[in-house]
């Protein structure tokens, strides 16, 4: 993806301060792209008068390949110019407030230097003017060749490439909502609005004659990937072959209809012999996102969360609040779900087992068993607050579980709770977060709240 870079001037210098002003943007903007790895960013010229911002905004609207506009005002540009552009701007901007020269020139200063070098000022009446039309936007303040200063504009050219992704995203729902519970409910069409987000229910009948569909070479190709790349930790390979028809039907099935999150129900099954267990563990490895239990929200930003982490190292992968050991002072969390939890988070090799589920009534289901990676991470819970939608942020602390669970047949977290258990969890249940989650190592809070922010919605910060 693309970030176009503006530069905005006018013409009271004259002709010489616009062909340095032109100049020093190639210059500037070059040395950015030299150093954003994970875009590209593109010189789109300078903003002169109206007309000029108008032609580049509605560029960059429908230029699919462009992901955001980062704007920087070498010198003066009246603002008033940049609104009729400013207000029909479709996607994210940054603000970067920077200048070409990194110290004065004390000996050779004179007018000349001055209007050409004028950022402190120009800038100004740009911040205005987005103030004034409440423009959503971040702005990044400093010398562009600064590390931390290239560091904020990769970090938000990431969150354009989600929030591209995210306006197109479609989620496929096996089933319903699991029945009664409320938290992972919402309203879809705000999230459609808000978010982007389409969400499609099918019937799990579909799915079901999709896995009927699926050959015995298929199935036996793909158990042969599994004992290659897993340890198989069981003498029921029947058991791991039924995932293996889950996940190719799984997947051609999402595929097909261009959905990259998907939700299952326990309660929902009919036509299947077990609960997709390491099917989805390994589609939400590829990069899928998943919601448990119907719950399509967190499908969703599992699957945007990924896509902003896509090129950082850590991950990003749906969880659950489950239990906690309350030992005072040093409490913690630990977090799984009945079978889908990401292997992305394994420590250890992950094994092959199967077992009953004991909720459900079908049969035993074969999934991944892991210890969880360690170091600090988020947790996001995304809810419906019934006047929009709210993204509630947790810092926590992934550890080692502090002793074997040799009987529990789940991969697992175990994380602290920032600033300590008591203080953190009653901020989390007071904000409403939900058992459900994203918990990330590649994303914190800021690109969360950049993120969310930009989609209309509330966000709290608990840490
Ligand atoms: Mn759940």
Same mark, same amino acid.
């Given at each position: 993806m693309k970030i176009a870079f503006l530069t905005g001037s006018q013409y009271l210098y004259g002709e010489e301060t616009l062909k340095a002003v032109e100049k020093d943007s190639e210059i500037i903007c070059g040395e950015l792209d030299a150093n954003a790895p994970r875009v590209e960013i593109v010189y789109k010229g300078t903003v002169k008068t109206e007309n000029d911002a108008l032609n580049a905004v509605k560029e960059i609207n429908y230029d699919d390949e462009i992901a955001g506009v980062m704007v920087w005002c070498h010198t003066f540009s009246p603002a008033k110019m940049w609104i009729n552009a400013l207000k029909i701007l479709l996607k994210p901007l940054l603000h970067l407030h920077t200048q070409f020269n990194e110290r004065l020139p004390y000996a050779e200063i004179d007018m000349d230097f001055m209007n050409l070098n004028q950022s402190a000022h120009g800038d100004r009446e740009f911040g205005y003017i987005l103030n004034r039309l409440r423009i959503n936007h971040t702005t990044v303040v400093g010398y562009y060749k600064e590390p931390d200063v290239m560091e904020k504009i990769n970090k938000w050219a990431d969150f354009t490439v989600a929030e591209a992704f995210s306006k197109q995203l479609k989620i496929a729902r096996f *089933? %319903?909502?699991?029945? &009664? /519970?409320? /938290?992972? &409910? *919402? %309203?879809k069409v705000e999230a459609n609005i808000k978010f982007g987000w389409t969400t499609d229910y099918f019937a799990v009948g579909d799915l079901a004659e999709e896995i009927n569909a699926v050959t015995d070479a298929e199935k036996e190709a793909l158990f042969t990937e599994y004992t290659d790349k897993y340890l198989l930790n069981t003498s029921d390979a029947e058991a791991v072959k039924e995932q293996a028809k889950y996940e190719i039907a799984l997947r051609r099935f999402l595929n097909r209809g261009g959905y990259r999150a998907f939700t299952t129900n326990f309660q929902d099954l009919y036509g299947l012999k077990q609960l997709p267990g390491l099917a989805v563990q390994r589609l939400s490895a590829s990069g899928y996102g998943f919601g448990a239990e119907g719950d399509w929200k967190t499908a969703a930003l599992v699957a945007v969360f990924k896509k902003m982490g896509e090129k950082r190292k850590g991950v990003s992968v749906f969880m659950e609040d489950y239990t906690y050991d309350l030992k005072r002072g040093e409490e913690l969390v630990l977090g799984s779900h009945m079978l889908e939890v990401d292997p992305q988070a394994a420590k250890t090799k992950p094994k092959i087992e199967v077992h009953p589920l004991g909720i459900g009534g079908k049969e035993a289901p074969a999934r991944l068993v892991f210890d969880g990676i360690e170091g600090a991470a988020t947790a996001t819970s995304l809810i419906d607050t019934g006047l929009g939608f709210k993204l509630i942020t947790a810092e926590i602390e992934l550890v080692s579980q502090p002793e074997k669970m040799p009987k529990l047949p789940l991969g697992r977290l175990m994380w602290r709770v920032k600033p300590n258990f008591k203080d953190g969890v009653r901020a989390w249940l007071n904000a409403g977060g939900a058992h459900h989650t994203v918990v990330s190592t590649a994303l914190d809070a800021e690109d969360i709240e950049t993120f969310a922010l930009a989609n209309g919605a509330q966000f709290e910060h608990i840490g």
């Open positions: *089933g %319903d909502n699991m029945r &009664e /519970v409320a /938290v992972t &409910e *919402g %309203d």
